[in-house]
């Protein structure tokens, strides 16, 4: 790639914020440390809370109702969060003072484009043409804000912690973009309407890859999972929505409202979640080709089949109890 014509760095972006900001917030911070809490400023943007490793505030109390103000105006967020992002590293106030001014230049560029111009172009129906852009454009952040955070906020999806990343190998690294990032089903269509990023696990492997090719390499990934018995994190779109809903709106409470840890939790599978997994014989040394191995995959499989099997047998015990004293 890195070809100077079709390259990100000599384009502007159509979105509200710059895209020198966004390269910096996205490209550097996102990609490079992708769900580490404290380094990856887009792990819940700042006003969500979808890890307990993240100390909670009274403010969280709101972070349902701020899902769905963020959801409305996404991309206006996203300006303000990359804004600060990029002003944290800048050395005086006036740096950062042209940082805001060449976010709200683009703003007004942006704004001025959707909201005057094109319903200037249309001369009496100015009114339909900007209610018709208004919609449109609270349409595109709600379906820009359910792809993104479907990637990042869904079960399967693994937080780390600053310690993850210390003296941290490149190996490690691509396992660390494998674990933290989630997949949602999708065929031509879909992953055309959510330009590839239904391939989040790829997207994160190999950032620079044209999105077209993530179906193709999408299988060599999802092969050399299975060969190392790690977790391949997919499911439907609207499973992996309500998942990253549903912590949202859990972890907005204090936490001595919560019954799981941050090592027990659905939304994690951290070491200390297999604890009680029964442990089977393991082959220590060189690992034979073609044997099977044993992971993280079959450890979350393992205490899932154990958590419906309690179920049952709470059922179980239930029934009995009703049958001896109903």
């Known amino acids: 790639m890195n070809d100077p ?13 710059p895209s020198s900001q966004w390269r910096y917030a996205h490209n550097y911070r996102h990609h490079v440390f992708a769900n580490v809490i404290g380094m990856d400023e887009d792990l819940g943007y700042g006003v969500l809370r979808v890890s307990r490793d993240q100390e909670w505030k009274p403010g ?19 300006a303000v969060h990359d804004l600060y992002a990029e002003q944290e590293h800048q050395q005086t106030e006036e740096a950062k003072a042209e940082l805001k001014r060449a976010m709200i230049r683009k703003m007004g560029r942006q704004a001025g484009k959707d909201y005057l111009f094109f319903p200037a172009l249309s001369g009496r129906r100015w009114l339909r043409t900007f209610l018709a852009n208004l919609v449109a454009n609270g349409f595109r952040n709600g379906w820009a804000y359910i792809v993104i955070v479907c990637g990042h906020f869904a079960d399967g999806a693994e937080k780390f912690t600053a310690a993850a990343v210390e003296n941290e190998t490149k190996p490690e690294w691509y396992l660390r973009q494998m674990l933290g990032t989630a997949n949602f089903h999708a065929g031509p269509v879909m992953a055309f309407m959510s330009g590839g990023l239904c391939y989040q696990i790829e997207h994160h492997l190999f ?16 092969a050399l999972l299975a060969e190392y018995d790690l977790p391949y994190t997919t499911g439907p779109l609207i499973r992996q929505f309500w998942d990253t809903v549903r912590t949202i709106c859990k972890l907005s409470l204090p936490d001595r409202f919560l019954t799981a840890t941050s090592d027990d939790a659905p939304e994690t599978a951290s070491e200390a979640k297999f604890r009680a997994v029964a442990s089977r014989p393991r ?9 099977q191995r044993r992971g993280l995959k079959t450890a979350v499989t393992d205490r899932a089949g154990r958590g419906v099997k309690r179920r049952q047998l709470r059922a179980y015990v239930a029934a009995l109890a009703a049958l001896r004293f109903g």
């Open 207 to 222: 950032p620079d890859l044209p999105s077209n090719r993530y179906p193709e390499i999408s299988v060599r990934v999802r």
């Open 5 to 17: 014509e079709i390259h990100s760095n000599t384009w502007e972006w159509d979105m509200a914020g």
């Open 60 to 78: 969280y109390l709101f972070a349902p109702l701020r899902a769905v103000l963020l959801s409305m105006v996404f991309e206006w967020c996203i």
């Open 283 to 291: 082959v220590f040394g060189v690992h034979d080709v073609g044997t």
